[in-house]
């Protein structure tokens, strides 16, 4: 597609429940980024993937958060044992290289309430 | 990385121009300044970026000092539909690192 696209768009789980959120990226794009809203903040950044590998996880707010790219191109954020603090707008990105002067393609968000 | 600092929220009148101002201090020599806005219930959406000289495009201009502590990003004739939260951010060149954003500009524009 033109775009990137995520889903679901809207995801309700319980408490301690297994979510996975996935992103397709504009074709060729090789970095992948993921980032997480919440309401009145800015996007705070998750993990960045070139490739199928994750260049800087740093974001990750601790092990229950994993994100996959197996093949470079479709990426998959995990979240186990989900927490009602884990409710947010999880956005993903994508860009045609690493380089500061490419920019960045947003999707629209998978909106996860936790319950 | 190198700090950005805006105004929390501004006003517009539909119509009229909009000069969003940034600082940038601290920014490097290799650091790219880029603005992003973010429509209500939409993903941050790319407007311009620059990194020396002034930038134009069908969105907006990018006005930038020259000693690069600072920048303004300029819509020429605000509408309603330019009300969103503008995130002015730098993005080394090299590095490639991700987008961090701060709290943004919130602009509401006046009808």
Same mark, same amino acid.
């Given at each position: %597609?033109?775009?990137? =696209?995520?889903?679901?768009?809207?995801?309700?789980?319980? @408490?301690? @429940?297994? +979510?996975?959120? #996935?992103?397709?990226? &504009? =074709?060729?794009?090789?970095?992948?980024?993921?980032? #997480?809203?919440?309401?009145?903040?800015?996007?705070?950044?998750? &993990?960045?993937?070139?490739?199928?590998?994750?260049?800087?996880?740093?974001? !990750?707010?601790?092990?229950?958060?994993?994100?996959?790219?197996?093949?470079?191109? +479709? =990426?998959?954020? @995990? &979240?186990? #044992?989900?927490?009602?603090?884990?409710?947010?707008?999880?956005?993903?990105?994508? =860009?045609?290289?690493?380089?500061?002067?490419? +920019?960045?393609?947003?999707?629209? %968000?998978?909106? !996860?309430? +936790?319950? | 990385? *190198?700090?950005?600092?805006?105004?929390?929220?501004?006003?517009?009148?539909?119509?009229?121009?909009?000069?969003?101002?940034?600082?940038?201090?601290?920014?490097?020599?290799?650091?790219?300044?880029?603005? /992003?806005?973010? $429509?209500?219930?939409?993903?941050?959406? /790319?407007?311009?970026?620059?990194?020396?000289?002034?930038?134009?495009?069908?969105?907006?201009? $990018? *006005?930038? *000092?020259?000693?690069?502590?600072?920048?303004? $990003?300029?819509?020429?004739? *605000?509408?309603?539909?330019?009300?969103?939260? /503008? /995130?002015?951010?730098?993005?080394?060149?090299?590095?490639?690192?991700?987008?961090?954003?701060?709290?943004?500009?919130?602009?509401?524009?006046?009808?």
């Amino acid at each position: %597609g033109a775009g990137v =696209s995520q889903t679901p768009s809207n995801k309700v789980t319980e @408490k301690g @429940k297994y +979510v996975e959120l #996935r992103c397709d990226p &504009i =074709s060729g794009h090789t970095a992948l980024y993921w980032y #997480r809203q919440s309401l009145g903040q800015g996007p705070e950044f998750l &993990i960045y993937f070139q490739g199928t590998g994750a260049a800087d996880d740093s974001g !990750l707010p601790n092990d229950r958060f994993f994100a996959v790219r197996p093949e470079g191109s +479709v =990426s998959t954020l @995990k &979240i186990q #044992r989900t927490e009602r603090g884990d409710s947010a707008v999880y956005l993903c990105a994508s =860009s045609l290289t690493r380089s500061g002067a490419n +920019v960045l393609t947003f999707g629209a %968000g998978s909106r !996860l309430t +936790v319950l | 990385d *190198a700090k950005t600092t805006q105004p929390n929220s501004m006003e517009s009148n539909e119509e009229e121009p909009v000069h969003l101002p940034c600082n940038h201090s601290t920014i490097s020599g290799t650091d790219y300044i880029h603005w /992003y806005r973010q $429509l209500p219930s939409q993903g941050p959406e /790319y407007v311009i970026h620059g990194l020396t000289s002034n930038v134009n495009n069908r969105m907006a201009s $990018l *006005a930038i *000092a020259e000693d690069r502590k600072s920048s303004t $990003l300029i819509l020429h004739r *605000a509408t309603l539909r330019d009300a969103a939260v /503008y /995130y002015c951010i730098l993005r080394d060149r090299n590095a490639g690192n991700m987008l961090t954003f701060g709290g943004g500009t919130r602009l509401m524009v006046k009808p």
